[in-house]
């Protein structure tokens, strides 16, 4: 088994290699075929594009026959991804995995996850609360990620005004919410992950959902 497993990832990186249209690269860690590096670029019309994401690819001693194990190395704003750890919700690399697919086949995956998101079956549950709260908030944060740990290009606007993205912007929220609790005395962090953690986003800023922030802040 483990020859035909060394035959068989050496044959998918060499065949991933040859193919320069799919812009799927795949590359070994300190020279061992079972713990490789697997890249692709954000795709195009969703707030990942102009990023490069790299996955940490682990072959286990089954494969094809048990699924590969990956997760994001690049910090990705995602529903389905953990923005802490990389870890990654989609069914191939669990219960729906097969031998017929392939280490480029998966990325690819990887990839068109990044085009839809399926908030309903999270791994980040706050972001996906983010997503399904407020696209446009949510899309402009994921741009902001993208810019600041995937490498991709800084909007014209936000170059022209000099400046990265805040904390508060990080973290999908509008500095006019954040203020609103730091003009009290509120320590920033603290604000921050509070209004994180409740969703302080787009229709759940409201009277009673104040409320709620302020009892978490007193306590």
Sequence with gaps: MSDARLRRVQKEIKDCAK????QISIEMIDESPFHLIGAFPGPPDTPYEGGYYEVDIKIPDAYPFQPVKMKFIT????PNISSASGAICLDILKDAWSPVLTLKSTLISLQ???CDPVPNDPQDAEVAKHYLADRESFNATARHWAQAYAQAP????????GGQATDAEMAGLTEDNVASFTDMGFPRP??????KRLNYRGNNVNPASYNSVLEELLK
């Design 19 to 22: 193919d320069k249209t799919s």
């Design 75 to 78: 910090k990705v704003y995602h």
């Design 112 to 114: 068109s996850l990044l």
């Design 154 to 161: 800084t909007h014209k606007s936000k170059a022209a005004l």
């Design 190 to 195: 603290q604000v921050i992950a509070i209004l």
